[in-house]
């Protein structure tokens, strides 16, 4: 990694910060990007290839007329990749929560014991809540694409 001097780095978040906010832009790093020496840094980041990210470069580099108007393509393109980032973050936060709780328990005054039998009644209610899930997951979906078939006819 070079060390760039603190004046090269203050101008480049000037220029960023002159640059309008979306939530794609706000997601990339600073140095999310390789700097082309004879291009500013401005045209590097509004430059599709120059970007990481395809979902960036997809949002941005459309067939549109208006660059900065997403298509249907992109905006389902964006949807899948936030829905993979929040299932990721909402894991990785249950894990560290389960290891939060875990480390609790076992270091507190007195340790919390667990018994097999606690076990088996939790795993129980566990299962009921499961099923119920899994059915309002279930209409849920029902929900989605009728009002994905709805959409359609009133597009159509």
Same mark, same amino acid.
């Not at 090269?8 to 020496?37: A, G, Y």
């Not at 279930?138 to 359609?152: I, N, Y």
């Given at each position: 990694m070079t060390t760039?001097?603190?004046? %090269?780095?203050?101008?480049? =978040?000037?220029?960023?910060?002159?640059?309008? =906010?979306?939530?794609? /832009?706000? %997601?990339?790093?600073? %140095? %999310?990007?390789?700097? +082309?020496?004879?291009?500013?840094?401005?045209? +590097? +980041?509004n430059n599709p290839q120059a970007r990481t990210s395809d979902i960036s470069a997809s949002a941005i580099n459309n067939e549109t007329s208006d660059p900065q108007q997403p298509t249907p393509t992109s905006l389902?393109?964006?949807l899948s990749h936030y829905r993979d980032l929040f299932s990721k973050l909402r894991f990785s936060y249950l894990e560290q929560v389960t290891k939060e709780k875990f =480390? /609790?328990?076992?270091v507190g005054d007195p340790p919390l014991i667990v018994e097999s039998s606690e076990n088996v009644e939790l795993e129980k209610q566990l299962g009921e809540i499961k099923a119920v899930l899994k059915m309002q997951k279930e209409d849920v979906a029902r929900l989605v694409a009728e009002l994905e078939r709805r959409g359609r006819e009133l597009a159509g």
């Amino acid at each position: 990694m070079t060390t760039q001097s603190p004046n %090269s780095i203050f101008e480049v =978040l000037t220029d960023l910060q002159s640059q309008p =906010l979306s939530i794609i /832009r706000l %997601s990339e790093s600073i %140095s %999310s990007t390789t700097p +082309n020496p004879t291009q500013t840094q401005t045209q +590097n +980041n509004n430059n599709p290839q120059a970007r990481t990210s395809d979902i960036s470069a997809s949002a941005i580099n459309n067939e549109t007329s208006d660059p900065q108007q997403p298509t249907p393509t992109s905006l389902a393109a964006d949807l899948s990749h936030y829905r993979d980032l929040f299932s990721k973050l909402r894991f990785s936060y249950l894990e560290q929560v389960t290891k939060e709780k875990f =480390l /609790r328990a076992i270091v507190g005054d007195p340790p919390l014991i667990v018994e097999s039998s606690e076990n088996v009644e939790l795993e129980k209610q566990l299962g009921e809540i499961k099923a119920v899930l899994k059915m309002q997951k279930e209409d849920v979906a029902r929900l989605v694409a009728e009002l994905e078939r709805r959409g359609r006819e009133l597009a159509g």
